[in-house]
């Protein structure tokens, strides 16, 4: 069980805006930023978003994040069949095992 | 450009040992930490172990404490993972990841792993 809570689906038609919610815990998102990590098969896992809502180079705008309290959301907007893949969020845990912490993962499906 | 590529998995036997190794380049290895992080068949990822820019702080998962090693080479830009007492739950793509950090325990701003590389696969049986 992932100490960080996805829902294990979602999905969307083209062109539609979806969310990926994250929740955490205080000792987690209570004073640790949120990343969002995007995995596509055979490929190397690609950064999304980092610091909350803070996008690399590269990373289209259809692409956003938030953070308030304990919880954690990714959009897409615009959504195209490309964004077919899984998403996962991170952060760093504060607990006494203080470690690096990830979401289950929520793979989305383009209709 | 950023490149981390991961070799020596392959098939163990339950109690087994395999030394993974990561080749890093096109950034400057010395001053940043690494990871390795994996994802078990069917499974979503799992932070395994970080180790600081110099090798003098490491950390590891419950799940790997004592059994696994995180090492580096700054002079060869590697980094490692020997990985002793294999078990079957120890099956799972590995990934050598850099930190945007110097330490591994997320001690700069922004923290976060920018470049990963692609995997290797370790597979545990009988």
């Known amino acids: 069980q992932s100490v960080l809570t996805q829902p294990p689906s979602a999905s969307g038609t083209p062109g539609q805006r979806v969310t990926i919610s994250c929740s955490g815990s205080s000792s987690n998102f209570g004073s640790n930023t949120v990343n969002w990590y995007q995995l596509l098969p055979g490929t190397a896992p690609r950064l999304l978003i980092y610091s909350n809502n803070q996008r690399p180079s590269g990373v289209p705008d259809r692409f956003s994040g938030s953070k308030s309290g304990t919880s954690a959301s990714l959009a897409i907007s615009g959504l195209q069949s490309e964004d077919e893949a899984d998403y996962y969020c991170a952060a760093w845990d504060d607990s006494l095992n203080a470690s690096w912490v990830f979401g289950g993962g929520t793979k989305l499906t383009v209709l | 450009e950023v490149q981390l590529v991961e070799s020596g998995g392959g098939l163990a036997q339950p109690g087994r040992s395999l030394r993974l190794s990561c080749a890093a380049s096109?950034?400057?290895?010395?001053?940043?930490?690494m990871h390795w992080v994996r994802q078990a068949p069917g499974k979503g990822l799992e932070w395994v172990s970080g180790?600081?820019?110099?090798?003098?702080?490491?950390g590891y998962a419950d799940s790997v404490k004592g059994r696994f090693t995180i090492s580096r080479d700054n002079a060869k830009n590697s980094l490692h993972l020997q990985m002793t007492s294999l078990r079957a739950e120890d099956t799972a793509l590995y990934f050598c990841?850099?930190?945007?950090?110097?330490?591994?325990?997320?001690?700069?701003?922004?923290?976060?792993?920018?470049?990963w590389g692609q995997g290797t696969l370790v597979t545990v049986s009988s």
């Open positions: 990841v850099k930190d945007t950090c110097s330490g591994w325990s997320g001690d700069c701003y922004p923290a976060m792993f920018d470049y």
């Open positions: 096109g950034f400057t290895f010395d001053e940043h930490a």
């Open positions: 180790i600081s820019w110099n090798s003098d702080n490491t």
